[in-house]
């Protein structure tokens, strides 16, 4: 069977430092933190008061008003995210194939805070006051579903639903799908919006969330001082395409997609397998499907969430496939700066890879001050480097054992 190339030839962010793609890599090569204290609710009772929100984001602006209002905010995210990537591609959707167009977007929990308001709804007022479109705003799927009817996506349309590692397995599905000529183009990625009194609590129950009060030193990934993550939300979308149907359209290419790698731990539904026999697994996978020697790896942006074990076990993990190459690689977390998007951050940790390899910039893990023992490597502490890069990697992990690693090439 005939192996296609694939490419990145649209970029789409909504972040908690920028509502664009643009906008977005600037703040993070100056290092910009979007944590602060949380707006949408009162924190009163909650030990963790800090997150990364997305900010100034107005759906109806992109989108029709009636169709916003159909959408849940995880939704809009996508949408949007996703329009930015197609109009960066310059496609013309009335010349193309619709029925190899496809979408492959996920969230790894959804419309929760719609949820909550109907839960109230139902407890308070009654069955009969629960919305008409409960269902059809909150189930998962309807990020790729609005994407498909926004766009007349006709192809492939679905999601995967992997936690904290959604994003990243969708882009590496739709990568698949169109190595063996499935479609000819494929948006992709993840979208997530669960700052809510109720996700808030979850995570603060699981001891999972820092409790700090400066948003600075909040998420400070590897630092031996981390307590936690700190939630965030936004979406990241990638517009993928076989090279041959770029090329024969006149895409400007971004980047290329050459490595996928997919794992479990099957160890625990939270907890990552202390080894990181898993993670590492993932990033053999992604390297190997390359074909290159994993001295050609030349920089990876971790998962990198700034809880204890996480930070300690990805670091084995990279140590692991790279054996001494792993403290020559920079490695960084953008967590530092927006948080954990969690099933949005492998699609914008991406759009990070592909600007890095664009730019040939590394960006920091800012906050970052503390040398811990068990986290070792080269994580580019506070300040960003200029260095030209020929291949990218991005790890997510996911509660359940779930670990996804993508690798990016440069395009020239």
């Known amino acids: ?82 329009k930015e990537a197609l109009d960066q591609s310059e496609v013309d959707l009335d010349a193309i194939d619709k029925e190899r167009f496809g979408v492959v977007v996920g969230s790894g929990m959804g419309a929760l805070g719609t949820i909550e308001t109907e839960v109230v709804k139902l407890k308070e007022k009654g069955a009969k006051r629960v919305a008409p479109l409960f269902i059809p705003t909150v189930i998962s799927n309807m990020a790729a579903g609005n994407i498909a009817i926004q766009f007349g996506a006709k192809g492939i349309c679905t999601n995967v639903v992997t936690a904290c590692a959604s994003g990243t397995h969708c882009i590496g599905e739709a990568f698949k799908m169109l190595q063996v000529g499935r479609a000819d183009m494929i948006l992709a990625g993840g979208t997530e919006s669960t700052i809510t009194p109720l996700g808030l609590a979850g995570f603060q129950s699981l001891t999972a969330l820092s409790e700090s009060a400066d948003p600075k030193k909040a998420s400070r990934p590897f630092d031996k001082k981390r307590d936690g993550f700190v939630m965030g939300e936004g979406a990241g979308i990638l517009l993928l395409e076989t090279l041959e149907h770029a090329k024969q359209r006149g895409a400007n290419i971004l980047a290329e997609v050459v490595g996928y790698g997919a794992t479990c731990d099957a160890f625990h539904i939270t907890s990552p397998a202390e080894d990181g026999d898993g993670g590492a697994r993932a990033m053999e996978l992604a390297v190997e499907d390359a074909g290159i020697a994993p001295e050609e790896v030349s920089y990876i942006n971790a998962h990198g969430t700034s809880t204890p074990i996480n930070d300690k076990t990805e670091t084995a993990a990279i140590k692991k496939t790279f054996g001494d190459h792993a403290y020559r690689i920079p490695v960084s977390s953008t967590k530092s700066m927006i948080g954990h998007l969690l099933g949005a951050a492998g699609g914008v940790e991406s759009v990070v890879c592909i600007k890095a390899l664009q730019d040939g910039y590394i960006p920091a893990t800012i906050g970052y001050e503390t040398k811990d023992p068990d986290c070792d490597l080269d994580y580019v502490p506070t300040i960003g480097r200029k260095k030209d890069i020929e291949y990218a990697m991005t790890n997510s992990l996911g509660f359940g054992g779930h670990n996804a690693t993508l690798l990016f090439k440069r395009w020239e």
């Open 1 to 82: 069977m005939k192996q296609h190339r694939v490419v990145v030839t649209g970029l789409g962010a909504i972040t908690p430092i920028g509502n664009d793609t643009e906008t977005f890599w600037e703040k993070v090569k100056n290092g910009e933190c979007g944590i602060d204290f949380i707006s949408a609710f009162d924190t009163k009772e909650f030990k963790a008061k800090l997150a990364a929100e997305v900010k100034g984001f107005d759906a109806k602006k992109h989108i029709d008003r009636k169709a916003a209002r159909r959408m849940d905010r995880f939704t809009q995210f996508a949408v949007v995210a996703a």
